[in-house]
């Protein structure tokens, strides 16, 4: 086995032992060099991606990018992205490092851009500034850049080592799913989120004296949900849920975003309430799909208040959710969260409409005989199919845990 150095110095061998053992060899040398590289690589990979996700709110809709300059084995500087201060992360790392960044190796989550968008290509910034080498986390998916950039940079004689190439890109790609979904598929990604009972029941039993929470998980999770909403563009809920719960369906995290999360109703016949929490927290940044008339007293009335009321075409007497995430992918709503009741969850289900679920259960049963608690029985639960989900992780938040997984390979054909 080839001990990398850093190993070799924990080692427990004693030295006078050490000393005895052949020589090393110029392959081990080699093999030692390469190990160290590896491990370098990973490290400043890792904080590109750290640095990256500063850009949480503040990137979309455009994609979070860090970048990490490295010069005689020392970070020379570091950027990311955010949307609003237009500069890419490596112009920002560049910029920093001024003349340093000759010879230098750039570490960057993203392939570097190729194309002339609001500012000009990363890559030829790149070539101009005579950096050395450049690790790209993963491939930009967006079709204008698509292996351009570092195709670009090789033909410029810099040395490009891509994570895909060796696989290594999952946190990469994890982190700019939406991204990746978006920009090909012109609608957000959608997460289905939602808080269950161990045996699944999505609702408590009202309690007997009226105090008992009616929350079914805890604060821990709840906090978690709050950052969720922050990481998402949009929030999704049916008009039954905001009858129900009156809820107020904004991001409480406290951690910065450039737009508000926006709070999508879906509301066939335009039964939104002027009274409820959301339209008296209105600020532009509520949107209600309706298939009623978008021009009735209700709807003059919602808009005085700041709420947008959109019409959009009906199937079977509700909004076409399809046609529903069209409109919220050409607005640049690159993630929605759907935190919703059975009805709407299971109409997004059925539709193929949910990318990505995360569900939140509690420690606690309500009663193991029912099932499909929620859901009109009958006719209804005939059409539902067993779904599989892929790439499960399970994280726990005080007494619960939350299961996520996908039903669509975000990344397919790339
Ligand atoms: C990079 N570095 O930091 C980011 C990149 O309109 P623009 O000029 O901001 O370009 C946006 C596109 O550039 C975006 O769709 C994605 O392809 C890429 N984002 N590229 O080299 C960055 N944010
Ligand atoms: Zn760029």
């Known amino acids: 086995m080839t001990l990398c150095p850093s190993m070799r110095k924990r080692s427990l061998i004693p030295s006078s032992i050490e000393s005895a053992m052949p020589r090393e060899t110029a392959e081990m040398k080699a093999a030692d060099a390469q190990t160290l590289d590896l491990s370098r690589d990973q ?144 609608r957000p990604l959608v997460t289905l989120k939602t808080a269950l009972t161990l045996d699944g029941s999505l609702v408590l039993p009202r309690s007997r004296n009226g105090n008992e929470s009616r929350w079914i998980t805890s604060e821990i999770s709840r906090a978690e949900v709050h950052r969720m909403r922050h990481a998402s563009d949009a929030i999704m809920t049916g008009i039954g849920t905001i009858l129900a719960d009156d809820p107020l369906l904004t991001d409480r995290s406290g951690l910065p975003r450039r737009r508000p999360l926006l709070r999508v109703v879906l509301d066939s016949r335009l039964r939104l309430s002027p009274k409820s929490q959301v339209v008296r927290s209105a600020k532009g940044d509520v949107l209600v799909f309706t298939c009623a008339s978008a021009s009735s007293a209700r709807a003059k009335k919602l808009n005085a208040l700041g709420v947008e009321v959109f019409p959009i075409r009906a199937r079977r007497g509700r909004p076409d959710l399809q046609a529903v995430l069209e409109e919220l992918g050409r607005r640049d709503i690159l993630s929605v969260m759907l935190e919703a009741g059975p009805l709407l969850n299971q109409a997004a289900l059925e539709a193929d409409l949910v990318e990505k679920v995360r569900l939140f259960y509690a420690p606690t049963l309500v009663g193991l005989g029912s099932s499909l608690s929620g859901l009109p029985s009958g006719k209804r639960a005939n059409s539902l199919r067993v779904r599989e989900l892929s790439s499960m992780r399970t994280e726990n938040f005080g007494p619960d845990f939350a299961v996520e997984g996908y039903l669509r390979d975000v990344y397919r054909n790339h």
């Open 43 to 186: 490290e400043y990979a890792a904080r590109a991606l750290e640095l990256a996700a500063r850009g949480r709110g503040l990137a979309s809709p455009n994609p979070m990018v860090g970048a990490v300059l490295l010069s005689d084995g020392k970070v020379i500087a570091e950027g990311f992205h955010t949307y609003d201060a237009l500069r890419h992360a490596e112009i920002i790392a560049l910029e920093a490092a001024g003349e340093k960044a000759r010879g230098a190796t750039v570490y960057v989550n993203l392939e570097p851009c190729s194309h002339t968008g609001r500012t000009d290509p990363c890559s030829r910034a790149l070539i101009a500034a005579g950096v050395s080498r450049v690790v790209a986390g993963m491939i930009d998916p967006n079709p204008a850049v698509a292996g351009r950039g570092l195709k670009e940079l090789r033909a410029a004689g810099i040395r490009v080592d891509c994570s895909c190439t060796s696989g290594a890109c999952a946190d990469a790609r994890r982190l700019n799913e939406a991204f990746a979904w978006w920009i090909r598929k012109r």
